[in-house]
C-alpha cells in the first residue's frame, strides 16, 4: 500500500508545455503589506517603520501620504526627499530606505500547511513548500479511493476516443451510402479527439474509403465487361442462326422446284433430292446448336447480372448495418460517459463535459498568481522558480512533490532580487 500511496504521487509537476508563462526574475518593487525603515539625518521625528497601506502609500508625519506600492526602493526614496524639501522645509535632506519586512507569500492547495509564509530574498517555489510543510501525503485510506479516480478518469477517455472515432465511422459510412468519393469528418468528432489523434483517425477512414469504393468499382466493372461479353456472344449468335434460316429457305426453294419438275416429269429422282434432304437436316442441326448456345449465354448473362445486383444489394447492406452499429454504439458511449461522470462525483471528483477531450488538457503543475505585476499573472512554476513577495503558490491537489524539469525551450528563472 505505501508503495502504491507513492504511484498517486508522482504526477504534480509534469513541464510538459503550457500556454501559462516561465516565472522570471523582475525588479523588486514594494506592494501593500510590506513595512520599510525611513531613516532621516538629524530627524528623528520624520524616521521610522512604516508599513505600506492596502491603497498602496506610506503614511509619514507631517509629510502625509506618500505612493509607494508599484515603485523600487530608490523611487521611494526620491520622492521622500522631494516632499520633505516641500512639505517639511528641510534643504538638504539625507534619506535611506530600507526594507524590513515584505508582504508574505500565501501557499494554497495540496500542502500540509497552507497559509502565509514570511518572505526571504532569494526564496524559491521549493523554499515555500518547505515551510508549509511540503506536499500532503496520500494517506492509506485514500490510496483505493484515488487508483478508482484513476481508473474511472482512463476509462472516460477511452470512452471519448471511441466516441470520436465511432462518430468518424458513421460519417464515412453515410458518404458511402450516398455514392460520394469523399467525406468531410463530423465537427463533433473535434469535441471527443485531441488534433492529431483527429486528423490520424479520419485519414485512416478515408484511406478505408478509397480501398472499399475502388474493389467495389472493379467487381462492378468486371461484371459489367462480362456481361458486354456475353451480349456479343448472344448478337454474334443470332446472326449466325439468321443466316442459318436464310440457307434453310434456299434449300427449301430449291427442293420445291426439283419436285415440281419431277411432278410434270421433266426430271427423274436423282442424288440432288437426297443431297438436298442431307443439307437440309444439317441446317436444322446447325440451327439447334446454335439456338443452344444462345440459351446457355443467355443464362451466363442472367447469372452475371444477379450478381452484380447482388453485390449492389450486399453492399447497401454492410452499409445499413455498419451505420446501425454505429448508432447503437454511440449510444452504450454515451451512457458510459455518463456511468463515469456520475461515478466520480460521488468521488468528488470532476471532469470537463463530455466534448472536451480529456487528453488534450494540460498536466496538473504548480502555478504561482503574481499579483504586483500588471496586470496580474498567472505563471507556471517548478521548483526553482523565484518568487516575489505576496506571490500566491497553487498547489495541484492531485499532484506529488514538484520536480525540476522546465517545459522543452524554456529557461530556467534567476532567483528573485
Known sequence: MIRLA??????????????YEIAAAEPFILG??????VIVHRRADLSGEFRVLPGGALSLPFIGTVPAAGQSIEEVRETLMRRMRDDA???DPRVSVEVVELQPVLVAGNVRRPGQVPFQYGMT??????????????????VGARVEVFRLRERFRQSQDAMGLMLIRQARLAAEASGAEEFAPPVAAARFLPGERLEQTVAAERDIMRRRNAGFTSLISMLDAQAAAFNDEIRALREQNESKDREAALLEQERAYVADLMRQGLTARDSRVVQLARAAVQVEGERRQILAFIARARQELARVEQTRSHTEVQRQLEITTGLKEAEDSLTG??????????????????????????????APMITIMRVRSSPPQRIMAHSDTPLMPGDLVEVPLDGSEPGRRLASGAQPAAPAQ
Open 125 to 142: 517555489v521549493a523554499h515555500a513548500l518547505a515551510a508549509a510543510g511540503g506536499p500532503r501525503r496520500i494517506e492509506l485510506e485514500e
Open 89 to 91: 522645509s528641510l534643504l
Open 333 to 362: 458511449l454515451r451512457v458510459a460517459l455518463e456511468e463515469v461522470r456520475a461515478s466520480l462525483a460521488q468521488l468528488h471528483e470532476t471532469l470537463p463535459p463530455d466534448d472536451v477531450p480529456l487528453g488534450s488538457r494540460a
Open 6 to 19: 507513492r504511484l498517486c504521487l508522482t504526477t504534480l509537476l509534469l513541464a510538459l508545455g503550457s500556454s
Open 32 to 37: 501593500p503589506g510590506d513595512r520599510v525603515s
